[in-house]
């Protein structure tokens, strides 16, 4: 629970005016005119400068912020990720607007909390009735009705599966818009993951569940451009899941019983060479090991893969980045269990 000002909360919010395409703004859903945003992950924001000094901060990494829609009434969770090659102007790629004349205005007396508004209401109307639809290389006064519009949805539809769900004879092949990643349907490692011709994963050993399952049943499907791949043995249901369009792999694990593999933990093993920048305090190379293998010394300080400056319970996000490409591991904070630190935890 966040404790706040109630006056200064609502004062405090940056009205979304206008969103360049194709800028992280637009990746992350903001809308134009609909969308303010209200505060981030670490709590309010104080004062016009605090909202831009927080962009500054996360260059190349996700900010978490909690965006208030007008139009819907409901307040949703929102993840940017600032940078500067994106191919414009900005870190956001995004306008907005601060002060007494951006504060989000006061609802209609006879709104309903979660109602669509009247005029998304009346254009899905429209649309229905009139059933039309214009390919991007046909002339526009040329119109096609509801049975050649579902033909074309259907087209679309088995393109997309053909495409994110090809196997070959050991190996299920899930694409999400500019990635492409490979899971290895006999233990459900993932083998491959390309983005923009870009080898992210590690040849030498996958990302994966522990340190490997051994074996697996893997099973796929596909419905409305989402694929789901769900790894099963007879503790453990792990699934990854993609959507057409977004460069998002979603993971979630459920876990009826102790595993057989030991602790149970996901390891993503990247390749090195194309995302060589990650937590200098985990840099272990050239170094000695002094415990096990889990602590090195480096130039007489040491260092370790586990160390954070962050409290496990809230070290939610974790990143590499190399060039013109990045990595990211953003773990909601449900996900956790009440533990709240380790002993690999390291001071400030």
Same mark, same amino acid.
């Given at each position: ?8 909360? @609502? %004062? ?10 194709? #800028?992280? +703004? ?39 912020? *909690?965006? *208030?829609?007008?139009?819907?009434? +409901?307040?949703? %969770? ?8 994106? /191919? ?7 306008? &907005? ?17 979660? =109602?669509?508004?009247? %005029? ?12 039309? &639809? ?44 500019? @990635?492409? =990643? ?37 099973? #796929? ?15 453990? +249901?792990?699934? *990854?899941?993609?959507? =057409? ?20 933990? &996901? ?41 954070? #400056? ?17 990595? *990211? ?5 449900? =996900?956790?269990e009440t533990s709240s630190g380790g002993p690999?935890?390291? /001071?400030?």
């Open positions: 629970m966040r404790m706040c000002e109630p006056d200064t909360a @609502i %004062e405090n919010v940056w009205h979304v005016l206008d969103v360049i395409e194709g #800028s992280p +703004a637009e990746s992350a859903g903001l809308v134009p005119m609909g969308d303010w945003i209200l505060g981030w992950s670490g709590g309010v924001l104080g004062a016009e400068n605090d909202f831009y000094d927080l962009v500054e901060a996360h260059i190349d990494k996700p900010l978490r912020v *909690y965006v *208030y829609s007008y139009d819907f009434d +409901a307040l949703r %969770e929102v993840v940017l990720i600032p940078n500067r090659h994106w /191919g414009g102007e900005g870190l956001l790629g995004c306008v &907005f607007g601060f002060g007494l004349l951006h504060r989000i205005p006061p609802q209609p007396e006879d709104h309903l909390p979660g =109602s669509v508004p009247l %005029e998304i209401q009346e254009a899905e109307e429209d649309y229905e009735e009139q059933e039309l &639809f214009v390919p991007a290389d046909v002339h526009s006064e040329v119109h096609y009705g509801h049975e050649q519009v579902q033909e074309w949805r259907r087209q679309e539809q088995e393109q997309w599966s053909q495409k994110t769900m090809a196997r070959s004879h050991d190996d299920i092949h899930g694409t999400a818009s500019d @990635i492409h =990643s490979e899971i290895n349907t006999a233990n459900g490692d993932i083998t491959s993951m390309l983005f923009n011709g870009k080898q992210l994963q590690d040849s030498s050993k996958f990302t994966q569940l522990s340190s490997g399952l051994g074996s697996a049943t893997v099973t #796929s499907s596909v419905a409305n451009n989402i694929a789901v791949i769900k790894i099963t043995t007879s503790t453990i +249901a792990h699934y *990854y899941i993609v959507r =057409s369009g977004i460069n998002t792999l979603y993971i979630g694990t459920f876990a009826s019983a102790e595993p057989s593999v030991g602790e149970l933990r &996901f390891i993503a093993r990247l390749n090195k060479a194309t995302l060589p920048n990650g937590n200098p305090n985990a840099e272990i190379n050239g170094g000695t090991a002094i415990e096990g293998s889990d602590v090195f010394l480096v130039n007489g300080v040491t260092r370790s893969k586990f160390y954070s #400056s962050i409290p496990f319970i809230r070290d939610q996000v974790h990143g590499v980045t190399g060039s013109g490409v990045a990595a *990211y591991i953003i773990v909601p904070s449900v =996900s956790y690999f935890f390291r /001071g400030a």
